[in-house]
């Protein structure tokens, strides 16, 4: 990913409570998101991500990442 705009970091854990995921990164209007799957947090992450960078990490139970995704902005400066 080459750009600008710095990327968008985030983190998809799942929840102390056991009860689905938390969508956590800075842009986001209250730091966190719950949602019932990862596959739905990664949807929601790329989606709010459209014109920057974005790195998503789904970590397991015991915080060791499992997955990253790399999303490239679709909207370039002229």
Do not use: Q
Not at 4 to 11: D, F, L, S
Not at 39 to 64: M, T
Request: hydrophobic share 30%.
């Amino acid at each position: 990913m080459t750009s600008t705009n710095p990327a968008h970091v985030y983190e998809v854990r799942p929840r102390e409570d056991r009860r689905g995921f938390d969508l956590i990164s800075d842009p986001l209007p209250f730091g966190r998101l719950w949602y019932d799957t990862p596959d739905n947090a990664i949807g929601y992450a790329i989606h709010s991500s459209r014109s920057h960078d974005a790195v998503i990490r789904v970590y397991d139970e015991a915080g060791n990442v499992i997955e990253t995704h790399e999303h490239a902005g679709e909207f370039k400066e002229w």
